[in-house]
Antibody, heavy 114, light 107 residues
Framework: QVQLVQSGAEVRKPGASVKVSCKVS????????WHWVRQTAAKGLEWMGG????????TYAQKFRGRVIMTEDSSTDTASMELTSLRNEDTAVYYC???????WGQGTLVTVSS | DIQMTQSPSAVSASVGDRVTITCRAS??????LAWFQQKPGKVPQRLIY???SLQSGVPSRFSGSGSGTEFVLTISSLQPGDSATYFC?????????FGGGTKVEIK
């Protein structure tokens, strides 16, 4: 059974960066579509970007372009999402998901506060 | 971007009732739509994929239908454990977009 395990909760000040990781077991990130999604009470679920194995490319949502970097390390079966220039409104639960929602990580709460 | 308009935003129904939730896409997405259930503080769980295929392990009272721009999730006989928020996801094209969610409450 495929599982995704994310890194733990983070607290950052405005302007800082945060990196959240997501380790897969039972599959390989190189062969599946994977995505980062965040959830807030105000805006619901937002897709931030993801990897399409059919073309091997990572696509970012326009809203986050220039502020987000998503990577995948096949040697450790870990995907990561780094969000820079954090703002208070980036406070959210961040999820990795694969297979168009077939499996989700447990979520990582990122709190941005001065 | 494809907009997903979900309705209603909330519904209150009794145990045994039939509940339907609709997602409308701003342009055709074939059958590239999934439905999820999320309980407070929990991770979303996929119920339906490819518009009408039931995820393994999901009770058969959940069903999905539709193609193109209009999609429906039906709970044929509402059970107490179905109290949750339901939302749709279109994955026909990037950016992936979600419906706004429907909160289902048991009367």
């Amino acid at each position: 059974q495929v599982q995704l395990v994310q890194s733990g909760a983070e607290v950052r000040k405005p302007g800082a960066s945060v990196k959240v990781s997501c380790k897969v077991s039972g599959d390989s990130f190189r062969e599946i579509s994977w995505h980062w999604v965040r959830q807030t009470a105000a805006k619901g679920l937002e897709w931030m970007g993801g990897f399409d194995p059919t073309d091997g490319l990572i696509t970012y949502a326009q809203k986050f372009r220039g502020r987000v970097i998503m990577t995948e390390d096949s040697s450790t079966d870990t995907a990561s999402m780094e969000l820079t220039s954090l703002r208070n409104e980036d406070t959210a639960v961040y999820y990795c998901m694969i297979g168009m929602g077939r499996t989700w990580g447990q979520g990582t709460l990122v709190t941005v506060s001065s | 971007d494809i907009q997903m308009t979900q309705s209603p935003s909330a519904v209150s129904a009794s145990v045994g009732d039939r509940v339907t939730i609709t997602c409308r896409a701003s342009q055709g997405i074939s059958n590239s739509l999934a439905w999820f259930q999320q309980k407070p503080g929990k991770v979303p769980q996929r119920l339906i994929y490819a518009s009408s295929s039931l995820q393994s392990g999901v009770p058969s009272r959940f069903s999905g239908s539709g193609s193109g721009t209009e999609f429906v999730l039906t709970i044929s006989s509402l059970q107490p454990g179905d109290s949750a928020t339901y939302f749709c996801l279109q994955h026909n094209s990037f950016p992936l977009t979600f419906g706004g969610g429907t909160k289902v409450e048991i009367k």
